[in-house]
Nanobody, 124 residues
Framework: VQLQASGGGSVQAGGSLRLSCAVSALTPGRHAIAWFRQAPGKAREFVAAISRSGVNTSYGDSVKGRCTISRDNAKNTVYLQMNSLKPEDTAVYYC??????????????????WGKGTQVTVSS
């Protein structure tokens, strides 16, 4: 499984971005997907996760109410819509995959596949 994150960029506080995670797999919709982020000098932080079907989603406390994760299995792509961005959202954002949602979606060690990140910078 290969993952490619895109859509990062520089925005002002209060702005929005939509990140995309393209999933290369033999069969679409075979993996749960999560987004994590990592700021310089900080641990990797859970942002959001979505089940294979898209029915189940979960969010990290720091983004709850401001982010929406969704997926289009026909396009093998998972999206992260981020609104009301804050400077503290500045980080490299990574997508990760696993065949099933892990029991603890927020634990990065439980995710099997990782893509290269995309930088998000929010200025005040």
């Amino acid at each position: 499984v290969q993952l490619q994150a895109s859509g990062g960029g520089s925005v002002q506080a209060g702005g929005s971005l939509r990140l995309s995670c393209a999933v290369s797999a033999l069969t679409p919709g075979r993996h749960a997907i999560a987004w994590f982020r990592q700021a310089p000098g900080k641990a990797r932080e859970f942002v959001a996760a979505i089940s294979r079907s898209g029915v189940n989603t979960s969010y990290g406390d720091s983004v709850k109410g401001r982010c929406t994760i969704s997926r289009d299995n026909a396009k093998n792509t998972v999206y992260l819509q981020m609104n009301s961005l804050k400077p503290e959202d500045t980080a490299v954002y990574y997508c990760a995959a696993k065949t099933m949602l892990p029991s603890s979606t927020g634990n990065p060690l439980l995710w099997d596949y990782w893509g290269k990140g995309t930088q998000v910078t929010v200025s005040s």
